[in-house]
């Protein structure tokens, strides 16, 4: 947390000690601006979330509603419906899916995270691991570690 630096003049009468902070120092570079994200693990929505359907999940497939090259730039796909809509930096169509049909929870193609609108939160639960393996294995070609599995 802290990175202390001691000096002191010949003899040793005078010391200077600088106590210099990670939060400072990103402070001062102008990056202090981050975040932590701590999902929630007791979301009451996530009955919402149905089977991934056969056909799977493909992360490379673009919004349903957007005609332009903007179609597959930070996509999400409903855990309800399985549907493909834009976020919110884009068109902002799954927001507005999401408002039309409360549909809750949906998972992000960039980083595989699950947010839930009605908690207006990230989310984490085993019950994410069907849909959120069908993208990794889209993603990736691989099976998914299980962090739920002990």
């Given at each position: 947390d802290h990175l202390l630096a001691a000096s002191s003049t010949s003899g040793g009468s005078k010391q200077m000690i600088i106590s210099i902070t990670l939060d400072n120092v990103?402070?001062?570079?102008?990056?202090?601006?981050?975040?932590?994200?701590?999902?929630r693990h007791d979301c009451p929505h996530l009955p919402a979330v149905t089977a991934v359907p056969p056909s799977g999940i493909n992360v490379t497939s673009p919004c349903v509603e957007c005609t332009s090259d903007c179609a597959t730039v930070e996509n999400w796909i409903c855990l309800t419906c399985y549907t493909i809509h834009c976020g919110r930096v884009v068109n902002e169509h799954m927001l507005l899916h999401s408002a039309e049909l409360s549909h809750p929870i949906v998972l992000g193609f960039v980083d595989l995270s699950v947010w839930c609108y009605h908690c207006d939160s990230y989310i984490e639960s085993p019950v994410l691991y069907e849909a959120k393996n069908a993208a990794y294995m889209s993603k990736f070609g691989e099976t998914m570690p299980n962090i739920y599995s002990k």
């Open positions: 990103l402070k001062e570079l102008g990056m202090d601006e981050g975040f932590a994200v701590h999902p």
